[in-house]
């Protein structure tokens, strides 16, 4: 055999063994997470993998921003193998929707029971004044500006949030024998829902001037209408 040849075939040997390396590893991988030995192309939506992984988005999230949430930082938050993340989550891009419309069904869930309690002005206030409430909402927004299948879905969502409490505030504000056409609720609805969740904002970044003359106010607009707080 010639030189020429003796070195075709040493590097065809070398790229062999490279190749058997790290199919080995990727072998080695699987069996150290069994439930990635499926054929399922993600997990089940109820799997206690599963949410405490959207648990440790969300944590991480709230702590740094949608940025800091990776697909390693978030199997460290959950304790669990990185390689879980991908088998829940075919991206990630798929984890923040999972994430958002947990959030967002819980939340419609509470507006209801909100608007529906006895002094639904005062609970649509405090469900707006929620300082996690109003970081995720930032977030989220941030997100929506970057990804377009996020814009869309939290866009419904959005959307879906704003209708309800238009159609609520509607029947509350007749009952108090509030005039619907001279007070708009969706302009009252956004009104309320704005400076609650700007005074979340500025509260964390120390801001405060004002809030305590606007926090009286809406707690006398609320007693009027609605007595004292429970």
Same mark, same amino acid.
């Given at each position: 055999?010639?030189?020429?040849?003796?070195?075709?075939? $040493?590097?065809?040997?070398?790229?062999?063994?490279?190749?058997?390396?790290?199919?080995?590893?990727?072998?080695?991988?699987?069996?150290?997470?069994?439930?990635?030995?499926?054929?399922? +192309?993600?997990?089940?939506?109820?799997?206690?993998?599963?949410?405490?992984?959207?648990?440790?988005?969300?944590?991480?999230? &709230?702590?740094?921003? %949608?940025? !800091?949430?990776? $697909? +390693?930082?978030?199997?460290?938050?959950?304790?669990?193998?990185?390689?879980?993340?991908?088998? %829940?989550?075919?991206?990630?891009?798929? &984890?923040?929707?999972?994430?958002?419309?947990? !959030?967002?069904?819980?939340?419609?869930?509470?507006?209801?029971?909100?608007?529906? $309690?006895?002094?639904?002005?005062? =609970?649509?206030?405090?469900?707006?004044?929620?300082?996690?409430?109003?970081?995720?909402?930032?977030?989220?927004?941030?997100?929506?500006?970057?990804?377009?299948?996020?814009?869309?879905?939290?866009?419904? %969502?959005?959307? +879906?949030?704003?209708?309800?409490?238009? =159609?609520? &505030?509607?029947?509350?504000? $007749?009952? %108090?024998?509030?005039?619907?056409?001279?007070?708009?609720?969706?302009?009252?609805?956004?009104?309320?829902?704005?400076?609650? +969740?700007?005074?979340?904002?500025?509260?964390?970044? !120390?801001?405060?001037?004002?809030?305590?003359?606007? &926090?009286?106010?809406? =707690?006398?607009?609320?007693?009027?209408?609605? !007595?004292?707080?429970?």
């Amino acid at each position: 055999m010639d030189g020429n040849a003796e070195r075709s075939l $040493s590097d065809a040997v070398r790229l062999l063994s490279i190749a058997i390396a790290e199919l080995s590893t990727r072998l080695l991988d699987v069996r150290q997470c069994p439930e990635m030995t499926s054929t399922r +192309r993600l997990g089940t939506d109820d799997s206690k993998t599963r949410t405490a992984l959207l648990d440790a988005a969300l944590q991480l999230m &709230l702590e740094d921003g %949608y940025a !800091g949430v990776t $697909s +390693r930082r978030v199997a460290a938050k959950a304790g669990l193998k990185p390689q879980l993340v991908h088998y %829940y989550f075919r991206t990630m891009d798929d &984890l923040f929707l999972a994430m958002f419309r947990r !959030g967002a069904d819980w939340n419609l869930e509470r507006q209801t029971l909100a608007l529906a $309690s006895d002094q639904p002005l005062r =609970a649509l206030w405090d469900f707006s004044s929620e300082p996690a409430g109003a970081t995720l909402t930032i977030e989220f927004s941030a997100l929506a500006n970057h990804r377009p299948a996020i814009r869309s879905v939290v866009l419904d %969502y959005a959307e +879906r949030f704003r209708q309800l409490q238009i =159609a609520a &505030l509607s029947s509350v504000l $007749s009952d %108090y024998g509030i005039d619907v056409d001279a007070y708009e609720p969706a302009a009252l609805v956004l009104i309320l829902q704005s400076i609650a +969740r700007f005074m979340v904002i500025e509260d964390a970044l !120390g801001v405060t001037t004002g809030h305590e003359e606007t &926090l009286a106010l809406v =707690a006398r607009l609320l007693h009027r209408f609605e !007595g004292d707080q429970p």
